[in-house]
Structure formats: C-alpha cells, structure tokens
C-alpha cells in the first residue's frame, strides 16, 4: 500500500565500542513506500552506519526502527525476506562466476531452486552479464563487478532495497543501466533507500531525500521543497549550504 511508512526510525543512537562519542545521535526518519529516498551528507556523517543499523547488520541499543510497521530487532526473518541490501564494498565471492554467486545468495535468501534459476536467468540479462556468466568475478571489470553486486541485493525481488553508494567507480554505461534498472523496480513497487556522494545522479534519481551531519538528519523533504526552501537551485549547492565547506575526517 503507497503511503504506508516503509521505515520509520525514532530517536536512534548507536556507538561503536570503544569510541568516544555515538556516531548516531537522537536520530529521527521517515521513509514512505513507494519513494526512491536519497540520503546525503559528508565523509563520516554516519550513513553507512545508519544503512548497517537500519538493514539489521548493526544492533541498536538506543530508539526504534520500524520496517513497515514490525521493529526490526523483533522481527528478523520478516526483515530478511523483506529487504534487499546493495552494500558499498562487494559482497560476493571473486572465486565463483555470476551465477554461482547468484545461487549462493538465493539460497540463502530461502528461494527454491526454480526461483533461483529464473531470477539467474533475468538478472544476467538485465545487468548485460550473459557473455561472463561461466567466468569468475576475479576477472571482472569494476563496472561488472557492481552490477553483479547490484543483482546480488534483488535476487528477493525485495519490498525495499538499500543501496550504499551502488555506482562508485563505474562508466557512464554502467551507471545508465544501474539508475533505470533502479527506477524501473521502483515503478514496479520497490522503496529505494539510497545514497551516494554522486549529487547529479541522486538528482535524477531520487524523489525525497534527507542530509545527514554529525549523525543526525538535519533537513527532510522532496528535492524540491528543499531547494525551494533555501534557494538553492541543485542538491550540491544545498548540500554547501546545510553541511558547510569544512573538511570532516
Ligand atoms: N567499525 C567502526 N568502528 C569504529 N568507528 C567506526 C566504525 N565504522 C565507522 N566508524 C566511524 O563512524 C563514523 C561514521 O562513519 P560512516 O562510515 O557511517 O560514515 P559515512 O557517512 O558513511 O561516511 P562516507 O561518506 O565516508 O562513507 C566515522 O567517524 C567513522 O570513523
């Protein structure tokens, strides 16, 4: 159902251990169903952490995450077969080629072979992977090596995909196919939660979007809204603005 809250996250803290100060701070995020939801901010700000807390990889002592409604610390398989997570660093085994890594995590999404065997098939294509499908990822270019792990993340066909910064190093090709391959699940159905600090493809790609400093949100709301609210004509020079010019690490 559109407009349901696809995440709904209140007062989140997280501090790594041994770490002098959290790194999430009193953290508050909506997420509707539906949008393609982008989440900016500077080198350290904490948006990997949040991805890891809000995908279920990070425990969370502090607050509330609610993934369509059901906490997800209480509700891990429902978080696993609901979710789809394309993390920064490849998750996939260099050794194996595409398809035996794509039967690898389709197994352990709980998918039955015939599943797995169709979203191979459809997910080789789609990603343009067809002619390397019998050779290891070792081999790959960057570019294929983001598509495969693209592929990876919605072998579940998942109800909201993650995306931590999916077209980092990638050709202009690659990054075509990534963003409509993106666009199209989200007409499909799929919430894209997604970041990047690559502002003119988020600007294309995202519908709402939220700026993180310090490890906490600091402004939500369509690009629009936003830009109209600081006059700001794009989201880089809305980014300057709300974030500052001062390196953070
Ligand atoms: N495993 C860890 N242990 C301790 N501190 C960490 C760990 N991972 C990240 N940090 C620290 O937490 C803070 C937030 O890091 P995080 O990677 O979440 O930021 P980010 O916004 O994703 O940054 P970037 O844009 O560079 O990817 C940084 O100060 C970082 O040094």
Redesign the pocket.
Known sequence: MLNEDALHIKNLGYC????AQP??RQLDLVVKEGSRFGLF????????????LMTGLLPYPQGSIRLFGKEIKENSSFVKSTIGFVP?DFSFYEELTPAENLEFFGAWYGLNSRQISDATTTLLKVMGLQHVAGKPLKEFSGGMKRRVNLAIGVMNNPRILFL??PTVGVDVQSRNAIIGYLKEINRNGTTLVY?S?QLKEAEDLCTEVAL?DG?SIISQGTLDELKQQHRQEGLEGLFLQLTGRDY??
């Open positions: 790594y251990k041994r770490a790194v999430i901010g500077p080198n350290g700000a904490g948006k990997t952490t949040l991805m890891s920064q931590d910064e970041t600090h993180m490890g953070r690490d």
